[in-house]
């Protein structure tokens, strides 16, 4: 996003946008779908977590080995990472601007990305390799 | 008459603001957001370990499971459990009902009512009788 200074003429002119429409749309729609798919999330999260706190590797892999669940908690860890980097976006947005949004952006991306395929991809290994 | 010595007037700004319910969880919420961000790292990293081996997931296992490491899983619980609750509000305002003075401080201390209560009920339900 590049950075505009915003003028009297420009704000006097009706004829003026300001930011991405569809971009600001399709995050609003994103954020809001990614939102309710995560209580599913929640709801599965809760069933691992109380199943499988403290427990040994063999009974992670008897549980989440099993694809009916291991299978859609990792694509429910996908699901939330976009969530995660879609809200970091905005607390971004606030805060931020120019060079230092790029980089923090960046940054924002490659934790969701290792988060998504490290916490899918234990999960996948868990399913297909045991 | 002597003049009594004050401090000249300054420019009005946030402390002028009386201290709202809405604004308090407008604020939880972003924070909430940020602290699940961070937390799903601590998903993964048991994910990870139980999928990279026994010695790893034995050594997870003993953080989690520290009296801090449950402290910081209890926070993180009600940190989720807020921040859906916050979203369930969020898809209420999306139709435009509850945003009147009243109706939009109650569903306020809803959020925070429902979330202290539904973290309090996972953790005696699956912990602490459980």
Redesign the interface.
């Known amino acids: 996003m590049r950075e505009t200074v915003i003028t009297q003429d420009v704000i006097a002119n009706p004829r003026s946008r300001y930011g991405n429409a569809p971009a600001s749309t399709r995050h609003f729609i994103t954020q809001r779908v990614t939102g309710a798919i995560n209580i599913v999330f929640l709801g599965l999260l809760l069933y691992v977590v109380v199943t499988l706190a403290g427990q040994d590797r063999v009974d992670m892999v008897a549980v989440l080995g099993n694809g009916v669940v291991g299978i859609p908690l990792a694509i429910l860890i996908c699901v939330a990472a976009v969530h995660m980097r879609n809200g970091m976006r905005d607390t971004l947005e606030d805060y931020v601007a120019g060079r230092m949004y790029r980089l923090l952006m960046l940054l924002n991306t490659l934790f969701c990305l290792v988060v998504a395929l490290a916490g899918a991809g234990a999960v996948l290994k868990l399913v297909f390799w045991g | 008459m002597s003049m009594t010595a004050r401090a000249r007037p300054i420019s009005p700004h946030l402390q002028i603001y009386r201290w709202t319910i809405t604004m308090t969880m407008s604020i939880f919420h972003?924070a909430t957001?940020?602290a699940?961000?961070a937390g799903?790292?601590l998903?993964?990293i048991w994910?990870?370990a139980?999928?990279?081996?026994?010695g790893a997931?034995t050594a997870v296992?003993f953080i989690?499971?520290s009296w801090f490491g449950q402290l910081v899983l209890f926070g993180f619980t009600w940190s989720?459990c807020h921040h859906?609750l916050g979203?369930?509000r969020?898809?209420v305002w999306?139709t435009t009902v509850m945003m009147g003075p009243g109706r939009r401080e109650a569903l306020a201390w809803a959020t925070i009512i429902g979330s202290v209560l539904l973290t309090l009920l996972?953790w005696t339900v699956?912990v602490w009788v459980?």
């Open positions: 972003r957001g940020i699940n961000y799903m790292a998903l993964a994910l990870v139980a999928a990279s081996g026994q997931l296992n989690y499971g989720l859906m979203g369930l969020h898809f999306d996972i699956f459980g």
